[in-house]
């Protein structure tokens, strides 16, 4: 029997061993597509995190301290404002009290005939042995200091606005200067690379002409010193890098990530208006011009409060409810409920000299505010000439250390052929290997300086 069973095994293995060839092919078919989806999420999970400079400065409004200062203090000048028109509205409260006086004990035997010369309770201070005061109160109370103190919040308002465009515009020129200092660095570092590499190079090509008898030792020895110089500048320049990452990190991220990238567009500049463009944004967008002009008309309003105190004030109140020796709304078939007015005026007569003193106080501020607000128009006027001729030199000068850097990269290749042809020396290579490493890094330094150059002026006229 066990004979006759094996050509049916084994026609079930073959059958078997085709199912399984032909599931192999479908999964060579495929398994690329599918390995490389797979490969592709898992670098998506630990690929960096790519920022622009917009992203920069949207993740630092969130985590910079100086600036969520300024905006809390927007929002509490806000708040003050509210509270400030609040005190020149009436208020209404509800009050409830009850109020019990000592009564007088039992009533003498000679006063339930007459009533003369009878005492009526111990204390004659309230209404009665019980007194129950259930009412609401209107208050209202008008002053020359309550108008004054509402028209001066919403000119703090307007100053803390200003102060927090003003810590905008800062943010704007630091985060600018963290990301284009990362940027640049890391254009430095591989600078520094291929520098390291040509010295390299160079003294690989000294070694083998010297091998040759074609140069002394002492140009191998310089090859050498000039290699080992490169390479000092690499770790420094990797220092920089690192440096820069994590002054824009603490910028950026609340939990201190190392792990981004940032995009290099320095290749393209914006552009630059003209002068009589920017001075009239200046004159209209300028938040420190704002400020000081709020601050002047917070000294002003001061003053105005100061006159308050020694002008009278007068203050209104209306009651309406309960009022009763019960508490109840009828009680021995009277009704309770009735209101009353009152209507208090406070004439200021002697106060020793402290509100003189306090108007005094406030016309002294409002003198140095006046002082502020014009020395404010005045360095407007200087820093958009001083901000704006920066940024024009720095963008006329990016094409020639472009140039500069394009022609010391000709330069080290055409000395390098005449040294291995025996036209130069080991000196003028060297110097020609600084000269394009100093050429790139003032051709990098000369765009990032641009571009904070136009944040520096955009602080005063807002973006254009």
């Not at 200091?145 to 307007?158: E, F, G, M, Q």
């Not at 008309?297 to 409060?305: D, G, R």
Request: one cysteine or more; hydrophobic letters at 40%.
């Amino acid at each position: 029997m066990s004979l006759q069973n094996r050509p049916a095994e084994g026609g079930k293995r073959s059958s078997r061993n085709g199912l399984e060839s032909i599931f192999i092919l479908v999964l060579l078919a495929f398994a690329p597509a599918a390995f490389a989806q797979v490969t592709l999420a898992a670098q998506a999970q630990g690929a960096p995190l790519t920022i622009t400079l917009q992203d920069a400065l949207q993740r630092a409004r969130q985590n910079d301290p100086q600036y969520r200062s300024a905006v809390t203090d927007l929002g509490l000048a806000r708040e003050d404002r509210v509270q400030a028109r609040a005190g020149l509205l009436p208020d209404v409260n509800y009050n409830n009290s009850f109020i019990y006086t000592e009564g007088t004990g039992p009533v003498p035997a000679s006063c339930q005939t007459s009533t003369v010369g009878c005492p009526t309770s111990r204390f004659i201070a309230n209404n009665g042995v019980h007194e129950y005061i259930s009412q609401g109160d209107v208050h209202e109370a008008v002053s020359l200091t309550n108008l004054a103190d509402y028209r001066r919040s919403s000119a703090a308002l307007a100053q803390a606005r200003a102060k927090a465009e003003i810590a905008t515009r800062g943010l704007v020129v630091t985060v600018t200067q963290a990301y284009y200092g990362l940027v640049v660095a890391q254009r430095k570092y591989s600078t520094a690379q291929r520098a390291a590499a040509e010295a390299s190079r160079f003294l690989d090509i000294s070694q083998k002409l010297e091998n040759g008898g074609e140069v002394a030792h002492a140009d191998v020895i310089k090859a050498r010193i000039q290699a080992q110089q490169q390479q000092r500048d690499l770790q420094e320049a990797q220092i920089d890098m690192e440096r820069s990452r994590l002054d824009l990190a603490v910028l950026l991220f609340p939990d201190f990530n190392q792990d981004f990238t940032v995009v290099d567009d320095l290749q393209t500049p914006d552009p630059l208006p003209t002068f009589g463009e920017v001075e009239a944004a200046g004159k209209k967008n300028n938040p420190d011009l704002r400020a000081a002009l709020s601050a002047y008309q917070i000294a002003n309003h001061e003053v105005t409060a100061a006159w308050g105190g020694l002008l009278p004030s007068l203050s209104l109140d209306y009651f309406y409810g309960i009022d009763s020796n019960k508490f109840a709304i009828r009680s021995n078939g009277v009704r309770n409920l009735g209101y009353s007015t009152v209507a208090t005026l406070q004439i200021p007569i002697f106060s020793w000299g402290a509100d003189r003193s306090k108007l005094k106080q406030a016309e002294l501020r409002r003198d140095q505010a006046h002082v502020e607000l014009t020395y404010a128009q005045r360095q407007l006027l200087s820093h958009l000439r001083q901000f704006y001729s920066e940024a024009e030199t720095a963008r006329s000068e990016m094409e020639s250390l472009a140039s500069s850097a394009e022609l010391a990269a000709e330069s080290m290749r055409l000395t390098t052929l005449r040294y291995q042809a025996g036209e130069s020396t080991v000196l003028e290579v060297v110097d020609a290997q600084n000269t394009l490493t100093l050429a790139r890094n003032a051709y990098d330094d000369g765009q990032s300086r641009y571009r904070i150059a136009v944040a520096n002026l955009q602080t005063l006229t807002g973006n254009f």
